[in-house]
C-alpha cells in the first residue's frame, strides 16, 4: 500500500484483465475457500486472481518468541517448498501490506530453483497479533531477528520492496551475520520516518489509518503504483492488498507504527557491508529514480538495474523480468547455476498457478 500526495491522473484503459504485461494465468479452476487456512480473512473468497489464490493457500503460522515484548506470537509466513544447501532468499513486503505481493514472483524463483520465503512484517500481514506488542522499527527489527533465528537459522538474501528496504537496510545494518545480500527494489529509504504523523492525537491517527483500507483510497495508491493497468487488474489488486486490513488487530499496529516515529535510516545506507541489487521500475511514479543513483552512489558494493515500462512494484507488474535479475544475482557466486530454470521474459508460466 503506498500514500502519497500527486497530481498525475493513473493512466487508466479499458482492456480485459489479462492485459499484455499481466501474468498470463489460466483461470478456469476454483479454489474453494475450505483450502485455505482458517485464520484468514472470508473476503479472500471473493478474489479471483489464481496465483493470489494459490499463494494465500500456502500461508501459514510459525511460532516466534519476541525478545522486546517478552511473548510468543504466530507469525504468518509462507514457507519454501523444499530446503536447499545454498542460503534461501527471505522476500519482504512494503508498508502496510502483506506476503500475497510475491504471487507471482515466488512462483518463478521456486521454479529456479531458489529456497524462497516470503515473510509478513510484524503488524501486517496475516500474524495473529491478539495480544498486540509494539510495532515499532524496533520491534519489527527483533520479530524479524526472532523468526530468522527460530526458522531459518542461515544467513539470508534478503529482499525488500519500497519501505521494506528500510526493512531490510535496518535489519542488515544491525544484524550482520544474519544477511548474506541484500536486494532493494524501487527503495523507500530516504524519508525521514513517519513525520508529523508521529505527532497527531490517536483520534486523528485512528481516523487516517481507517482510511488506509478505504477501497476507493486502495485503489488510487494502486493505480499510482503501476505503469499502466486496466481498471479491472486495477481493482482486483487493491483488494488483494487490503485484505489484511480486515483481520482485528491491524488498526491498532497501524498506528502504534506510525505514533513511533517510522522508518529513517539515510544514516545507516553507509554502513550497508552486503553485496546489493537494486532493482528499480522505470517509470516509476512513487519514488524518483534520482535517489535510486543516489542510494547506488551511497551503498559501497551495489549494482543497479532498471525494468523497462514499469511502476513502482516490478515484482507484481513485471515478475518474470524481476524473478530473472533476483536468480541471477544470488546464483552468480552460488553452486546451484545449473538447477536454474529458463523463465521467459514476458509471461508467467500459467502452470505454476494451477
Known amino acids: 500500500m503506498l500514500i502519497a500526495g500527486h497530481s498525475v491522473a493513473p493512466l487508466l484503459r479499458r482492456p480485459s484483465f489479462a492485459d499484455n504485461f499481466i501474468p498470463k494465468v489460466k483461470c478456469n479452476f476454483k479454489l474453494f475457500a475450505s483450502e485455505f487456512p482458517a485464520f484468514l480473512h472470508r473476503e479472500l473468497e471473493s478474489i479471483k486472481d489464481p496465483c493470489a489464490r494459490k499463494l494465500a493457500s500456502r500461508i501459514e503460522r510459525l511460532p516466534v518468541n519476541l ?5 510468543c506470537i504466530m507469525s504468518s509466513c509462507v514457507k519454501p517448498r523444499t530446503q536447499l544447501d545454498t542460503n534461501p532468499l527471505v522476500l519482504l513486503h512494503g508498508f502496510d ?17 531458489v529456497e524462497a520465503w516470503a515473510v ?29 533465528s527460530s526458522h531459518i537459522q542461515r544467513p539470508m538474501v534478503l529482499v525488500g520492496p519500497s519501505l521494506g528496504a528500510a526493512v531490510a537496510i535496518d535489519f542488515a545494518v544491525n544484524h550482520p551475520e544474519a544477511v548474506d545480500k541484500l536486494i532493494l527494489i524501487d527503495a523507500s529509504v530516504y524519508a525521514e520516518g513517519t513525520g508529523n504523523l508521529a505527532k497527531l492525537p490517536k483520534a486523528m491517527a485512528y481516523a487516517g489509518v481507517y482510511l488506509l483500507k478505504f477501497l476507493p483510497v486502495r485503489y488510487y495508491a494502486t493505480s499510482l503504483a503501476f505503469s499502466s493497468l486496466a ?27 506510525m505514533i513511533s516515529g517510522g522508518y529513517n535510516v539515510t544514516a545507516q545506507i553507509k554502513q550497508v ?15 524518483d529514480y534520482k535517489l535510486a543513483v543516489r542510494l547506488h552512489g551511497e551503498i559501497p558494493d551495489a549494482k543497479i538495474r532498471r525494468v523497462p515500462e514499469c511502476g513502482h512494484i516490478p515484482h507484481v507488474e513485471k515478475p518474470a523480468a524481476v524473478s ?5 544475482f544470488i546464483q552468480a557466486e552460488s553452486k546451484i547455476h545449473n538447477r536454474a530454470a529458463t523463465v521467459h521474459p514476458n509471461i508467467l508460466d500459467s502452470s505454476l498457478c494451477s
Not at 530473472?324 to 541471477?328: D, Q, T, V
Open 67 to 71: 525478545g522486546l515484548s517478552n511473548t
Open 97 to 113: 501490506s502483506s506476503c500475497l505481493e510475491w504471487r507471482y514472483t515466488l512462483p518463478l524463483l521456486e521454479e529456479a530453483g
Open 120 to 148: 509478513d512484517v510484524l503488524g501486517w500481514g496475516f500474524s495473529d497479533l491478539e495480544k498486540l506488542p509494539s510495532c515499532s522499527v524496533e520491534s519489527k527489527r527483533d520479530h524479524l531477528y526472532q523468526f530468522w
Open 231 to 257: 481498471w479491472d487488474t486495477c481493482l482486483e489488486w487493491a483488494n488483494i492488498g487490503r485484505v489484511h486490513c480486515l483481520l482485528p488487530w491491524w488498526a491498532d499496529a497501524t498506528v502504534d507504527f
Open 273 to 287: 557491508k552486503q553485496k546489493t541489487l537494486i532493482i528499480w521500475g522505470e517509470n516509476d511514479k512513487i519514488i
Open 324 to 328: 530473472k535479475l533476483i536468480a541471477e
